[in-house]
């Protein structure tokens, strides 16, 4: 799982310095870091990725929306 977390992070600069980035996109990307993180047991790191994704996704698409949903039944 070590060999994965490069490649999240590559993604997740990928799309955010792309010239349209969508939120759906990093939200998506940091909610798989998150689980990943979840797996090798670094619930720390998890939360923050898993908040952030939570957070991108409700300035987005406001805090009812099934987007947030998403973000929360991690």
Do not use: W
Request: aromatic share 6%; hydrophobic share 40%.
């Amino acid at each position: 799982m070590e060999l994965a977390r490069p490649l999240y992070e590559r993604a997740i600069d990928i799309a955010e310095k792309s010239t349209r980035p969508t939120a759906r996109l990093i939200a998506t990307i940091l909610d798989n870091y998150g689980r990943l993180k979840i797996q090798t047991g670094d619930y720390d790191q998890a939360e923050r990725i898993l908040q952030r994704a939570l957070s991108i996704r409700e300035q987005a698409f406001g805090p009812n929306h099934l987007d947030v949903a998403e973000s929360l039944f991690i």
